[in-house]
């Protein structure tokens, strides 16, 4: 199970990032509306009294693509198997479709067996049309693709496909998340512990899609298994939320990415 949720985490990294470098080549909605589970007038079906709305949410990638602009905020956290040692992994993503442009700030914090002070790490990635720069500190380098670098980019974005992890799924209630009209649903990972032989103390999961379009606004799994409560006891917690969805958002190079263009060559 935790190698699944690993997995899990590293292409939902991966897609991140992809989006950050490129744009879906293929048309998008003009209004922000995801693609997919619309009738004719481009909008999802409302469902109707005591009908269960849909539980399955469009891909991370299709979510992301249709939205004029957005700020992800992917939050992984690991606990374990000693209670003083954990390592968390923030990602928050700020996307302009106007501007052609994404910043993501990516903050890595582990704290060491027998607990001590945590030792963290930041980093930024900045892209603004075909120009990339990334770093931290005094540290920046900067990236400027040629064109049909950028289209395989592009490419290769549109070939990641990814929905969270979720299991049977129970409708809850219409809400309103984030500004966004919405559907939530709990869950709980069938099988947790079943190989391990392991307790399983916590699992549950949430999520809400939103009733326009079938993406995922929020997303959050809380698991907690036990071999011995003193000695080996694993906590993942995993979250995915959308804010900002179609409001403005400026996006700009700080002046470390502007000194570092000045010093690498262009393709």
């Given at each position: 199970m935790k190698k699944k949720i690993v997995i899990f985490l590293s292409i939902l990294l991966m897609l991140?990032?992809?989006c950050n470098l490129s744009e879906s080549p293929t048309s998008k909605p003009p209004s922000g509306t995801p693609q997919g589970n619309e009738n004719q007038s481009g909008n999802t079906p409302a469902p109707q009294p005591n009908e269960t709305p849909p539980a399955?949410?469009?891909?991370?990638?299709d979510g992301l693509s249709s939205l004029n602009s957005y700020q992800m905020t992917v939050l992984f956290k690991s606990t374990g198997p000693d209670a003083s040692q954990s390592s968390t992994l923030e990602v928050e993503t700020q996307h302009s479709q106007e501007q052609d442009a994404s910043h993501t700030h990516m903050t890595l914090t582990?704290?060491?067996e027998g607990g001590g002070d945590p030792s963290t790490s930041d980093t930024d990635i900045y892209?603004?049309?075909?120009?990339?720069?990334s770093g931290s500190g005094e540290?920046?380098?900067?990236?400027?693709?040629?064109?049909?670098?950028?289209?395989?980019?592009?490419?290769?974005?549109?070939?990641?496909?990814?929905?969270p992890l979720i299991d049977t799924p129970t409708f809850v209630a219409p809400e309103t998340v984030n500004g966004v009209p919405s559907n939530?649903?709990?869950?709980?990972i069938s099988g947790l512990g079943v190989t391990s032989g392991a307790e399983v103390i916590?699992?549950?999961?949430?999520?809400?899609?939103?009733?326009?379009?079938?993406?995922?606004?929020?997303?959050?799994?809380?698991?907690?298994?036990?071999?011995?409560?003193?000695?080996?006891?694993?906590?993942e917690e995993i979250s995915i939320e959308m804010t900002q969805i179609n409001q403005p958002v400026t996006i700009a190079f700080p002046q470390a990415c502007l000194d570092a263009s000045l010093v690498t060559p262009t393709p």
């Open positions: 991140t990032l992809a399955n949410p469009v891909s991370i990638n582990v704290i060491k892209r603004i049309g075909n120009d990339q720069c540290d920046w380098s900067w990236t400027s693709m040629a064109p049909n670098q950028k289209e395989m980019l592009d490419l290769t974005t549109n070939m990641l496909s990814l929905t939530h649903f709990t869950f709980k916590a699992n549950n999961g949430d999520y809400w899609l939103a009733v326009d379009g079938q993406y995922i606004v929020k997303y959050i799994l809380d698991l907690e298994t036990s071999l011995d409560p003193q000695t080996n006891m694993l906590h």
